[in-house]
C-alpha cells in the first residue's frame, strides 16, 4: 500500500475538477460554434467560405497580403508551365 503522507489529495482533485470544469466549457462552445454554422447554412451561406473569412481575418495584414500574393504567383506559374503527360512505369 502507498503510503499518501505529503500528498494534498484536496489540491490534486482541485486541479483535475477545475480541468474538468474547463474542457466542459470548451465543448459547449464548440457546440456552440457548430450551432452558428448550421444556422448561417440554412440562410445560404457557404460555410467553407465563413470559416476562410475567420482564418484570413486571425492574420495580420501583411501576413495575409503575402499569403494572397504567393497563392497568386503559383497558381500563374502552374497555368504557365506546359502539361505534362503520365508516364507509365
Known sequence: MLDTVGIGGSRIRSFVERVEQLDQEIQDLMEGKKDVFAEAKGEGFDV???????KLRKQDKDERDEHETLLDLYLRAMDEAPAETAKAA
Open 48 to 54: 467553407k467560405i465563413l470559416k476562410e473569412i475567420i
